[in-house]
């Protein structure tokens, strides 16, 4: 096992392109890091750069205590995992497993010692004299999970590996990687485009936005404080509503006053008498819009319902804002009929309307 330091890791290809903006982070000993982000948001290349496969253009990336910029992939102690599997298709499930090992030279003895113990770890045992022709693509994935995993590697790397995988198998692998993570102790490194997955596996995420971090946190703590809209709105399905305006002070509390002249009341919320006046983006998530009255509600008209069997969605239009909120199964209003709906106040998050970025909550609580 060992750490990932980033300090200041910069890609730039030939054409110009800055791919990564100085990336600076570290990866604890046998922490499971995710790195989340829209296509072209730099995850995949950060990921290709701890395994060798893209040069560093400036910075210093270490593994363990050895900086590894112009170590070769082989030789930097790492087993990568990718999307579209690579397995040898004339070749069993065992002979996967065992070819990167007889290559680096390991005896029969330990070649089939630790073919063995990945093959329990996965549940691949039954299928071990399979080809991959043979097998499900879940089934697959787990003999490349297994493929790194017979390499006892300090770091593994894992490109988007279950982007391939139905919605059912997505979980159920999910799941498998997440035990033995727990299992084996070892660093992971985890790149998706998938929230689900990223706030589900990761102790930590990184999320990444045209090459430059946004946050780093644990799942939790990047869906409760987001530091900006991005992230905001990246985390979180349905994702966050924001409503852009100017906060003013109303006959029952804090008001949030729109382009067209409508009005949102956002009741007790706290906020610093500073910020009124100011255009601000104020975003709730749909859990916190409910249905109900109180000094914090208004009418809003049902645009549609959608029950998805634990909880409904419900897509609302108020003061001409497109809004979502989400309920447990109940009886509900039909479609085109109004709602009385009011926000949380104590669940609302404060963005600075020019540059996305949030406002602290001790300004919140003056």
């Known amino acids: 096992m060992a750490k990932v330091q980033?300090?200041?890791?910069?890609?730039?290809?030939?054409?110009?392109?800055?791919?990564?903006?100085?990336?600076?982070?570290?990866?604890?000993?046998?922490?499971?890091?995710?790195?989340?982000?829209?296509?072209?948001?730099?995850?995949?290349?950060?990921?290709?750069?701890?395994?060798?496969?893209?040069?560093?253009s400036a910075g210093t990336l270490r593994i363990g205590e050895r900086v590894v910029n112009d170590v070769a992939p082989k030789d930097r102690d790492i087993a990568m995992v990718f999307q579209n599997y690579a397995l040898y298709p004339h070749m069993t499930v065992a002979e996967n497993l065992a070819f990167g090992l007889k290559l680096r030279g390991h005896d029969k003895a330990e070649v089939q010692r630790r073919v063995q113990q990945s093959a329990e770890a996965l549940g691949l045992t039954s299928m071990l004299d399979k080809l991959p022709r043979a097998m499900s693509g879940g089934q697959r994935q787990r003999v490349a999970l297994g493929r790194a995993l017979v390499r006892e590697p300090?770091?593994?790397?894992?490109?988007?590996?279950?982007?391939?995988?139905?919605?059912?198998?997505?979980?159920?692998v999910r799941t498998e990687i997440a035990q033995l993570h727990r299992k084996l102790g070892t660093t992971m490194i985890y790149v998706t485009h998938d929230q689900v997955e990223a706030m589900t596996l990761g102790q930590?995420?990184?999320?990444?936005?045209?090459?430059?971090?946004?946050?780093i946190d644990t799942p939790m703590a990047l869906y409760e404080r987001p530091a900006n809209l991005f992230v905001a709105g990246f985390l979180g399905s349905p994702a966050m509503?924001?409503?852009r305006g100017?906060?003013?002070?109303?006959?029952?509390?804090?008001?949030?006053?729109?382009?067209?002249?409508?009005?949102?009341?956002?009741?007790?919320?706290?906020?610093?008498?500073?910020?009124?006046?100011?255009?601000?983006?104020?975003?709730?998530?749909?859990?916190?819009?409910?249905?109900g009255q109180g000094e914090a509600s208004f009418m809003a008209r049902i645009e549609g319902i959608e029950p998805v069997g634990n909880e409904i969605f419900v897509n609302l239009q108020a003061a001409g804002q497109a809004l979502v909120m989400r309920v447990a199964p109940q009886t509900l209003p039909a479609v085109g009929q109004e709602i009385s709906v009011q926000a949380l106040s104590g669940a609302l998050h404060f963005f600075d309307a020019d540059n996305g970025e949030r406002i602290e909550a001790q300004r919140q609580a003056a």
């Open 6 to 56: 980033f300090d200041g890791v910069r890609k730039v290809y030939d054409n110009g392109q800055v791919a990564v903006h100085g990336a600076t982070f570290d990866i604890a000993d046998g922490e499971l890091m995710v790195l989340v982000g829209p296509s072209g948001c730099g995850k995949s290349t950060l990921l290709r750069m701890v395994a060798g496969l893209e040069e560093i």
């Open 154 to 172: 300090s770091v593994f790397l894992l490109d988007e590996p279950l982007s391939n995988l139905d919605a059912k198998l997505r979980h159920s």
């Open 204 to 215: 930590r995420i990184v999320v990444l936005n045209e090459g430059r971090i946004q946050q």
């Open 241 to 243: 509503n924001v409503l």
């Open 246 to 291: 100017t906060l003013q002070r109303g006959v029952g509390g804090v008001v949030l006053r729109l382009a067209d002249g409508g009005e949102l009341p956002l009741g007790s919320a706290m906020v610093d008498p500073a910020w009124l006046g100011s255009a601000m983006a104020v975003g709730m998530r749909p859990e916190h819009l409910q249905p």
